[in-house]
């Protein structure tokens, strides 16, 4: 089994900046693309950056610029490093991660960015 568990988000100010993390535990190889996500209410969920286990990343055009993510591998943690948010980045972030065909996803960390 696997569990994604995301921690570090919270309420800032326009302009502000928040680091989101995610631990995963159970039986998912650091080997793994790690996956942030976002999800407005009423709204499809939508990417936000991915990572391999590489180095390499990927952003969306909304996070291009502002967001980092990053991983620890030897903690199987992968980071969101957001900067600049705006009003329009207030979401509940999910981090994702694919395993033996199945996709594990946390249950979420709320971001609320205030004008």
């Known amino acids: 089994q696997v569990y994604l568990e995301e921690s570090g988000g919270g309420v800032v100010r326009a302009g502000g900046s928040l680091r989101l993390s995610c631990t995963a535990s159970?039986?998912?190889?650091?080997?793994?693309?790690m996956r942030w996500h976002r999800q407005v209410e009423g709204k499809e969920r939508e990417w936000v950056a991915g990572m391999s286990s590489r180095g390499l990343t990927r952003y969306s055009e909304a996070a291009e610029g502002r967001f980092t993510i990053s991983r620890d591998n030897a903690k199987k943690t992968v980071y969101l490093q957001m900067n600049n948010l705006k009003p329009e980045d207030t979401a509940i972030y999910y981090c994702?991660?694919?395993?033996?065909?199945?996709?594990?996803w946390g249950k979420g960390t709320s971001v609320t960015v205030s004008s």
């Open positions: 159970g039986a998912l190889p650091n080997t793994t693309v």
């Open positions: 994702a991660a694919p395993w033996m065909g199945a996709d594990y």
